[in-house]
Nanobody, 116 residues
Framework: QVQLVESGGGLVQPGGSLRLSCAASGINFSIDAMAWYRQAPGNQRELVAS???????NYAPFVKGRFTISRDKAKNTLYLQMNSLRPEDTAVYYC??????????WGQGTQVSVSS
């Protein structure tokens, strides 16, 4: 039984920061790759950042240098530190694993709103 629970979103001003968390059950963070995705209104869900079993990370060009993906294996929790937020970062953020050909069932996501 897999459940993904995202948290940490909120409303921030441009240039602000947020730290998102993803608590997962049924996923072994010591070995499984994990990723953050986001979906803005009218847009497709897109990959934001990923981290593999060895800790190597990859970022979408639109967040590189601003966002940092990390995980705490002991806590089985995935994080996304978001700095220098921009209005175009406004979206619902989700976590999932890219390990399989199809994603696991999506969680509810956490809303990030960047606005003055």
């Amino acid at each position: 039984q897999v459940q993904l629970v995202e948290s940490g979103g909120g409303l921030v001003q441009p240039g602000g920061s947020l730290r998102l968390s993803c608590a997962a059950s049924g996923i072994n963070f010591s070995i499984d790759a994990m990723a953050w995705y986001r979906q803005a209104p009218g847009n497709q869900r897109e990959l934001v950042a990923s981290i593999n079993w060895g800790g190597s990370t990859n970022y979408a060009p639109f967040v590189k240098g601003r966002f940092t993906i990390s995980r705490d294996k002991a806590k089985n929790t995935l994080y996304l530190q978001m700095n220098s937020l921009r209005p175009e970062d406004t979206a619902v953020y989700y976590c999932n694993t890219p390990l399989f050909s199809q994603p696991l069932p999506w969680g509810q996501g956490t809303q990030v709103s960047v606005s003055s």
